[in-house]
């Protein structure tokens, strides 16, 4: 047998060396031959990282500035602030490895933020170094670009110009409902009223041009853009814009009557020129209530070749409907009839009629809504006899096909004058305290209103017709939502008291679902007209007694909204108007 020699592994066995400056003995050789204190002195690899920074913060919004332009809110020592003070130093520790940065304790009212920083990198083959480091930021106040703008009293860069070039607010009470239910006015700073519409301001440009979206995208408009020129820098070759959008709803009204031009008519499916506007969207909704026949017109396509109302709900008169009788089609919830209707005592009062023929006149007529009426019911209607417009296409109109009455919807005067609360209230975008003026008592309804004297009153008439369309019209009912009044409100009888109350919250002593209605005293009647005979009770609002007789019964088809389509209580999300706009 031949002996072999034992030979030990090498790879097992540790080679010790020494340091080659401070002769300390190394456990295991590295490419430079020294021990990590003296590589420490010999390698900086916390060199060209700052160790100091600035940090900007805004006294009025108490934010940070998070380069490039991004102002954020951030809690001391939290990680929010911990990300934007290494953002400060990010472009050089990409070339290092981050292991820990954690804040390190300064008085709060030095305006010095510490940071512990601990990085880690490569320095020789198989040869890793970490190290820590403080970081200094001294904090610098100021403002951001918003809070310098509310100092200037420049608090909006683009603003929203809503205009209907009609006699009431109707529409826009109907738009305020829309608006909260889509929660489009969440970045709006400021809501102004104006002759014919509303304003709306917003500090981006972005949210104005959402708002614009939204309205094109539920009622008929046309916008235009505009901008005006605040400031340049030439240097940078930049420039300081405020953006203007105005945009005009079409004139045309739910219930309003129209006149089409006869080509017009016929273009768009030979449809009768006499028609009435049976609902708006993003398109009007024309119906002839002769023959139930309907056309949708676009807003583009109206305002190629715009019409006219020829008459408004406030030309509406009152009629008592002696005979119905369905004689023709039905298209949906509208069903063809025959009907003999007169005018009613309150719309003609005790003077007698254009004609000459007082209540006794009856008048034979063709209505959509043979559904819905029976004898005995009220019904408002367009009385044309006699009628004489300032209208070229109503003049063109061949008037022996004239109607001398056309009914639109039916109405429920008993139940009006019975002093029923509301058990419903809608919600409001103005702040209540501040629609209130204590010397006229002058009452906001929401955003409109708010001017007092003649326009108010306006604006009480035009909110209880919108409230009473809401009670009697589910599909409008559907598109918005309705709350649950309280009960403190239902039981409260003084209609004089606490007039700053939200929209839809209701009076008792008129009947007409308002608190601080107008009253004119010594009026025997206690009713009025409007227009051609519809009675506004709370314009007016009459004596008490007047129409509350116990023979008086209350409709039974009167459309009661059911408790499961109002909500619960809401939390108030008013706004500030704040700072007047410039």
Not at 75 to 95: D, G, T, V, W
Not at 200 to 223: C, D, H, Q
Not at 366 to 388: E, K, M
Request: aromatic content about 6%.
């Amino acid at each position: 047998m031949v002996a072999m020699d034992y030979e030990p592994d090498a790879a097992g066995q540790e080679s010790y060396i020494l340091c080659a400056d401070c002769g300390t003995v190394i456990s295991s050789a590295n490419g430079a031959g020294l021990c990590v204190g003296c590589l420490r002195n010999t390698v900086d690899i916390t060199e060209g990282i700052p160790k100091e920074a600035t940090l900007n913060f805004c006294r009025g919004c108490e934010r940070f500035l998070s380069p490039p332009q991004t102002w954020v809110s951030a809690q001391p020592e939290s990680r929010e602030l911990l990300a934007i003070c290494l953002k400060k130093i990010a472009r050089p520790l990409m070339k290092v490895r981050l292991i820990d940065a954690s804040f390190i304790w300064t008085e709060p009212h030095s305006r010095r933020i510490k940071i512990k920083v601990t990085i880690q990198k490569e320095v020789l083959a198989n040869t890793v170094l970490q190290q820590t480091f403080e970081l200094l930021l001294v904090v610098h106040t100021g403002q951001c670009p918003q809070c310098t703008r509310l100092a200037a009293k420049n608090t909006w860069k683009a603003s929203v110009q809503v205009r209907q070039k009609v006699t009431h607010k109707r529409t826009f009470l109907w738009l305020e409902q829309l608006i909260l239910k889509h929660n489009a006015h969440k970045d709006t700073i400021n809501i102004n009223e104006k002759r014919d519409g509303l304003d709306f301001f917003y500090s981006e440009r972005n949210n104005a041009i959402k708002m614009v979206e939204f309205l094109a995208g539920v009622v008929p408009v046309r916008t235009k853009a505009s901008e005006q020129l605040i400031s340049s820098d030439t240097h940078s070759n930049t420039s300081n814009y405020k953006f203007t959008y105005s945009v005009e709803i079409v004139p045309v009204c739910k219930d309003d009557l129209v006149c089409l031009p006869k080509n017009q008519a016929k273009a768009w499916g030979n449809i009768s020129p006499l028609t009435i506007c049976s609902r708006v969207g993003n398109t009007i909704h024309l119906l002839d209530p002769m023959t139930l026949q309907q056309t949708d017109v676009t807003a583009p396509v109206y305002w190629r070749q715009p019409f006219d109302s020829l008459a408004t709900v406030t030309d509406l008169v009152e009629f008592i409907v002696l005979d119905v009788e369905p004689s023709g089609p039905v298209r949906g919830k509208y069903v063809l009839a025959d009907a003999q209707v007169t005018r009613s005592s309150s719309s003609s009062g005790n003077n007698m009629d254009e004609d000459g023929m007082g209540d006794d006149g009856i008048y034979h007529t063709r209505t959509h809504l043979g559904g819905i009426l029976q004898p005995g019911d009220t019904v408002l209607g367009y009385h044309l006899t006699n009628a004489n417009y300032n209208n070229d296409a109503f003049e063109s109109f061949d008037q022996d096909r004239l109607p001398d009455v056309i009914l639109v919807k039916k109405t429920y005067p008993n139940r009006r004058k019975k002093s029923k609360p509301r058990n419903w209230k809608l919600r409001s975008i103005a702040k209540e305290a501040e629609d209130v003026n204590e010397n006229s008592n002058t009452v906001g309804r929401g955003a409109l209103g708010r001017k007092g004297g003649v326009d108010q009153r306006n604006v009480e008439r035009d909110y209880e017709l919108f409230l009473r369309d809401l009670e009697e019209d589910k599909e409008m009912r559907a598109a918005i939502n309705l709350y649950k009044a309280d009960q403190q409100q239902q039981g409260d009888q003084d209609d004089d008291e606490d007039g700053d109350v939200g929209m839809g919250e209701t009076g008792k002593k008129s009947g007409s679902g308002m608190k601080g209605g107008k009253r004119r005293t010594g009026n025997g009647n206690g009713n009025a007209t409007s227009g051609s005979g519809m009675q506004v009770d709370e314009d007016m609002g009459g004596d008490e007694g007047v129409g509350t007789d116990a023979d008086d019964e209350e409709e039974e088809d009167f459309p009661e909204i059911d408790i499961n389509e109002l909500l619960e209580h809401f939390e108030e999300m008013d706004m500030d108007d704040g700072e007047e706009v410039q």
